[in-house]
């Protein structure tokens, strides 16, 4: 069974930074692509950042392009989202996700296991 636990949200100001991580447990965590999504309040859930399993290949939603950065270390069994120039639209739950094959992807019926999600709030 895959478990993912994500940490680091919190309340920032706009322009600020935020890191987070999201731990995975169980097998081949390096054997997947990995992404990064999110939700606010009365809108779907929509894609930010995905990084195939190698960690060298990554995609990113338009609207965080150059202010966000996703990594992967597959000795930790561990994903990050690096959030920098935080804008009060960013606030939302993100989650991370695991997809069902390698290659990075974009649409959320790609990835089969998900955190628990953790809130940002960017506060202008």
């Known amino acids: 069974q895959v478990q993912l636990v994500e940490s680091g949200g919190g309340l920032v100001q706009a322009g600020g930074s935020l890191r987070l991580s999201c731990a995975a447990s169980g097998r081949s965590f390096s054997g997947y692509a990995m992404g990064w999504f999110r939700q606010a309040p009365g809108l779907e859930r929509e894609f930010v950042a995905a990084?195939?399993?190698?960690?060298?290949?990554?995609a990113y939603a338009d609207s965080v392009k150059g202010r966000f950065t996703i990594s992967r270390d597959n000795a930790k069994n561990t994903v990050y989202l690096q959030m920098s120039s935080l804008k009060p639209e960013d606030t939302a739950v993100y989650f991370c996700?695991?997809?069902?094959?390698?290659?990075?992807?974009?649409?959320?019926?790609?990835?089969?296991?998900w955190g628990q999600g953790t809130q940002v709030t960017v506060s202008s």
């Open positions: 990084t195939d399993s190698s960690g060298y290949n990554t």
């Open positions: 996700a695991r997809n069902r094959y390698s290659l990075k992807t974009t649409m959320v019926n790609d990835y089969n296991y």
